[in-house]
């Protein structure tokens, strides 16, 4: 499968402003699209406002 939109392998790091959680970009969206932190009791959303990415 291909993902034209997608840059690299979709692993960049991602910082939850919230709960302080880091996880890699994929298991924070499930369509590429939509971002939400995926701790349980966690609700922050979106990519500069409840999570910020950690690009090298
Ligand atoms: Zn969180």
Redesign the pocket.
Known sequence: MQQLAVRGTGRDLLR??????EFPEGRATRDGWHFA???DD???TGIGE??CRLDD
Not at 16 to 21: I, L, N
Request: charged share 30%.
């Open positions: 939850c402003r919230k709960c302080g959680a932190c995926p701790e966690c609700d922050a409840g999570l």
